[in-house]
């Protein structure tokens, strides 16, 4: 009897260590696997506001994700997204970059255009023309890029070279059928239970530009005019759901080049 207790006890014992260990491999792999966090300033505004880019990333980056909160003053809701966003753990493989506000002038002074008066969705170099005068709701400004938020973006984004960006705007409540990858346009738009309607494509506008610049690569999701929280968490939910699947949609193109090699 003695050897056999002797022997459970030590069985006992060895279970311990071996559960012990494994813990505290999984609290390595955890923090392995933890959320990266970085804040970079892209550029300052006509007032001399930083326009600040926030980065997740929990292991290795397959992919990079842009959301624009907004770059219309007036447009506030996708600022409470990508700030909800921000604070949840990144998606693994994804390198999700949140710009909550581009036209942060224009979001103190709760106007659409920047301090100088131009609607930065109507001065990127893409299809620029003159529109409107100063002050105007739709003015283009002098020339294209006139603007330093504009300029701050671009030079972002031609760095960073985001596979996928969504840009969020209000007040229609819709996805815009037009410009961006039209699997990610439905998911969205049946993730959030909105309607799927093509928008103009503006002269000069921003997402106009990065889709020239990186084909069928964003587009624009029009937020309700109000929005409770159950609402943003919902926006931010499908968005991660969004950068889930661009990502396996990646691996799953990958791999079936690699079997045809």
Not at 139 to 155: D, Q, T
Request: aromatic letters at 6%; hydrophobic letters at 40%; glycine letters at 8%.
């Amino acid at each position: 009897m003695r050897v056999t207790v002797a022997a459970g006890l030590l069985l006992l014992f060895v279970c311990c260590a071996l559960t012990a260990v494994a813990a505290s491999a999984s609290r390595v792999g955890e923090r392995v696997l933890a959320t990266a966090r970085a804040n970079y300033v892209l550029g300052h505004s006509v007032n001399g506001r930083p326009i600040v880019a926030r980065m997740l990333l929990r292991g290795t980056a397959r992919r990079s994700v842009l959301v624009v909160g907004s770059i219309a003053g007036d447009e506030p809701g996708g600022i409470a997204v990508t700030r909800l966003l921000a604070s949840e753990p990144a998606v693994e493989g994804v390198r999700l970059w949140l710009i909550p506000d581009m036209n942060p002038d224009g979001a103190a002074r709760g106007t659409r255009d920047n301090a100088d008066g131009v609607d930065l969705n109507r001065n990127f170099p893409f299809r620029w023309r003159h529109l409107g005068t100063p002050g105007s709701r739709f003015y283009s400004g002098p020339k294209p890029s006139s603007e330093p938020e504009s300029r701050a973006i671009e030079a972002f984004i031609r760095r960073t070279r985001p596979t996928l960006a969504i840009w969020l705007h209000q007040p229609y409540g819709l996805v815009d059928d037009s410009e961006g990858p039209h699997w990610a346009e439905r998911l969205l738009a049946r993730s959030l239970e909105l309607p799927l309607q093509r928008l103009p494509d503006y002269p000069g506008s921003a997402i106009g530009w990065e889709d020239h610049l990186d084909h069928a690569s964003a587009f624009d999701v029009e937020l309700p005019s109000r929005l409770s929280r159950a609402t943003i968490r919902r926006v931010a939910t499908a968005i991660r759901l969004v950068a889930q699947r661009d990502l396996l949609a990646n691996l799953s193109h990958v791999g079936s080049r690699s079997k045809r090699g």
